[in-house]
């Protein structure tokens, strides 16, 4: 029988699984592109930023439970390969996270308030939806911005970011040391 917080689970490795999907997709020559209209963002800097919420997000929530946050990235010099592991790592910590709020009644360990802190929700369900929104906000901006630069993702890739069923699979299969 599935435990009742899976579902939320599966979830995050869902779009965790998505985010890392997109970026080790990313063609080599878009890395370095400048995002339209934002000549000093480029689409490496949105990624890294991906990695770099996801650590401040557990600097406020994973405190409580012990969860060692990832070493940042730099979002001018990281580079793909670098980026997919400290996806991969930041991604599995979060699952920890999420894990811990779970078994601790929804909330996160050592947060006082249950609910809203500023943007950021303290309760997992809202957390998740909170997080989920965020990734995929971002992923919209780069498929947008590949086009936009005259660059369009290939359709395997664009199609790939709503394959949830594999991408949950692989998320599964991935699980080393850090995906639990």
Known sequence: MTEPGEPLLDAWRINARVTSFLVESLPADLWSASLP????????????HLHNSRRLW??????????????????LGVTPAALAAALGESGGRILL?????????????GVSRPFFYGAMPRNVALFV???VSHEAHHRGQVVLSGG??????PQEVTAGL????AR????RVLRGPHLV
């Open 97 to 109: 996270m999420l894990e811990a709020g779970l078994a601790n009644g929804c909330s996160f360990p």
């Open 37 to 48: 209209g934002s000549p000093r963002r480029t689409f490496r800097s949105l990624a890294a």
């Open 148 to 153: 936009a630069v005259g660059r369009p993702l």
């Open 58 to 75: 557990m600097r406020s929530l994973a405190t409580g439970a012990g969860i060692p946050l990832p070493a940042p990235v730099d979002r």
């Open 168 to 171: 949950v699979r692989e998320a």
């Open 162 to 165: 709503w394959q949830w069923s």
């Open 129 to 131: 939806a909170y997080a």
